[in-house]
Nanobody, 111 residues
Framework: QVQLVESGGGLVQPGGSLRLSCAASGIPFHYSTMVWYRQAAGKQRVFVAQ???????DFADSVKGRFGISRDNAKNTVTLQMSSLKPEDTAVYSCKTGAGWGQGTQVTVSS
């Protein structure tokens, strides 16, 4: 059974940084593509970034150059490093792999 647990969300000022983590269990992590999505209040959930089993990554245009993604296959975790945060980055960030979703973690960017 897939279990994904996100952590690291919180309140940050514009221009600040946050690091989100997603701990996975119940999957062959080193073979899994790990994906981050976000959903702002009243909006649809959208793709943010993904890291493939080989370590390659993709980003939404809205976060390119500001966000990074990495995986630690020894710890079954994926990390989303967010910098130069903007108010429009405010959302619930969720981790996904295959059919499994995490519960999400709130990120609020506000002064």
């Amino acid at each position: 059974q897939v279990q994904l647990v996100e952590s690291g969300g919180g309140l940050v000022q514009p221009g600040g940084s946050l690091r989100l983590s997603c701990a996975a269990s119940g999957i062959p992590f080193h073979y899994s593509t790990m994906v981050w999505y976000r959903q702002a209040a009243g909006k649809q959930r959208v793709f943010v970034a993904q890291v493939l089993p080989d370590g390659s990554s993709d980003f939404a245009d809205s976060v390119k150059g500001r966000f990074g993604i990495s995986r630690d296959n020894a710890k079954n975790t994926v990390t989303l490093q967010m910098s130069s945060l903007k108010p429009e980055d405010t959302a619930v960030y969720s981790c996904k792999t295959g059919a499994g979703w995490g519960q999400g973690t709130q990120v609020t960017v506000s002064s």
